[in-house]
Every structure is written in structure tokens, then in C-alpha cells.
């Protein structure tokens, strides 16, 4: 995901060295880190909600998030949304709150700013 999310005036060499850095001063290794096998170990609801005109991450890697999770699950893809304005629309705030309240959230627990 690092190198699909990696900014095209960083070379391959440029990211490896991020890596090793990440690595170094996070003490852990990058190879060990998978959001999808995480997902797999999750079991609580997720909602995930992904731009389908997503520049920075592609919309496949909800997907294969989506795919992994082990419990209740809903994957919201938001035509013509991109990164960071996927809550734009009133319809995907029907969508979130129809996904809570399916499982029994309060409204006043789900209320948020829009």
C-alpha cells in the first residue's frame, strides 16, 4: 500500500528508505504489518466508506479490507468522491445511519457533525 500511496517524485529507493525508517524508529517490521490479515481478526461492525474517484488510495484496498473482516460488515462506495470528501452527500448519511441503526445504535450515540 506504501508504494501505491507513495507521491511519483519518490523513487523506489526513496520509499524503501521511509520503510527502513519506519521500521527503525517504530521497532517493528514492515513485512509483519498487514491491514488485511488485521481485518481478519476483527469481529466487531465495520463500516468503511471509500471515494470511487480516490487519487491517493485505490478504492481495491477497501475492498480487500472489506473482504477480510470476520464480522458485520458494510463497504459504502461514493460516486464521485474523492480522499477526503466522501461525507459530502446527504445520501451517504442515510447510509451510515441506516447501517447503525440496523444494529440497534441509538440515534443520540450516532449523531455526529455533517
Do not use: C
Amino acid at each position: 500500500m506504501v508504494r501505491e500511496r507513495a507521491p511519483w517524485i519518490a523513487t523506489r529507493a526513496d520509499v524503501n528508505r521511509a520503510l527502513a525508517l519506519a521500521e527503525q524508529r517504530g521497532t517493528f517490521h514492515i513485512a509483519e504489518v498487514s491491514p488485511r490479515k488485521a481485518a481478519a481478526r476483527i469481529h466487531v461492525p465495520v463500516l468503511l466508506i471509500h471515494g470511487l474517484d480516490d487519487r491517493e488510495t485505490p478504492a481495491a484496498h477497501s475492498q480487500r479490507i472489506y473482504d477480510a473482516l470476520a464480522g458485520p460488515r458494510r463497504l459504502i462506495m461514493v460516486p464521485g468522491a474523492g480522499h477526503n470528501d466522501t461525507l459530502r452527500d446527504e445520501s451517504v448519511w442515510r447510509e451510515i445511519d441506516a447501517w447503525l441503526a440496523a444494529l440497534s445504535i441509538p440515534k443520540a450515540a450516532r449523531s455526529a457533525p455533517r
